[in-house]
T-cell receptor, first 115, second 117 residues
Framework: AQKVTQAQTEISVVEKEDVTLDCVYE???????LFWYKQPPSGELVFLIR??????QNEISGRYSWNFQKSTSSFNFTITASQVVDSAVYFC????????????FGTGTRLTVIP | DTGVSQNPRHKITKRGQNVTFRCDPI?????LYWYRQTLGQGPEFLTY????????KSRLLSDRFSAERPKGSFSTLEIQRTEQGDSAMYLC???????????????FGQGTRLTVV
């Protein structure tokens, strides 16, 4: 069975602080994809990043960085120098290579950046 | 607008009534997904179409739920005899086939928020 756990329900930081959102996943498949999505108050899911199970390189994109560690089944997301516009709910998701290719989402972490 | 479009954006209905939502995917996308998101939770998979064929249904999709994609383009999701527990955001996503590259990005609509009173 597939499962995504985001243990942090809510996080508040002061603007310009760094913040890391944790994600732990479970799957028996050897080929899978991991994602982070942002859901602002307007409701749409905004794609941030996708990672293949065979590519453990960490990635940095502007103020965002991702740390994928297969050994601990974790895919953590760090925002550096946080801004008020980063306030949203962030979802980690897992997708298999086989089957319907649907996404399995975690329960999300609500990030509030205080000015 | 070439994104995934969902209508209506909001729906309030009385318990026991039937409701129907519509999703217009990105035009060349042959895969279409429905998800449900309840308050404080992540989206949960409901069902999936490959063109007009409904290939997979989640156990969450009770007998009161039915989805169609008659011509392989837009899709409808109908809930019969709505219950208060059906109150949620219903999200639609579409993508191309995986093809030889083994992956195709899914694009989400803005969702239809259903409130059953």
């Amino acid at each position: 069975a597939q499962k995504v756990t985001q243990a942090q329900t809510e996080i508040s930081v002061v603007e310009k602080e760094d913040v890391t959102l944790d994600c732990v996943y479970e799957t028996r498949d050897t080929t899978y994809y991991l994602f982070w999505y942002k859901q602002p108050p307007s409701g749409e899911l905004v794609f941030l990043i996708r990672r293949n199970s065979f590519d453990e390189q960490n990635e940095i994109s502007g103020r965002y960085s991702w740390n994928f560690q297969k050994s601990t089944s974790s895919f953590n997301f760090t925002i550096t120098a946080s801004q008020v516009v980063d306030s949203a709910v962030y979802f980690c998701a897992l997708r298999m290579q086989t089957g319907a290719n649907n996404l399995f989402f975690g329960t999300g972490t609500r990030l509030t950046v205080i000015p | 607008d070439t994104g995934v479009s969902q209508n209506p954006r909001h729906k309030i209905t009385k318990r026991g009534q039937n409701v129907t939502f519509r999703c217009d995917p990105i035009s060349e996308h042959n895969r279409l997904y429905w998800y449900r998101q309840t308050l404080g939770q992540g989206p949960e998979f409901l069902t999936y179409f490959q063109n007009e064929a409904q290939l997979e249904k989640s156990r969450l999709l009770s007998d009161r739920f039915s989805a169609e994609r008659p011509k392989g383009s837009f899709s409808t999701l109908e809930i019969q005899r709505t219950e208060q527990g059906d109150s949620a955001m219903y999200l639609c996503a579409s993508s191309l086939d995986e093809g030889i590259q083994g992956y195709a990005e899914a694009f989400f609509g803005q969702g239809t928020r259903l409130t059953v009173v």
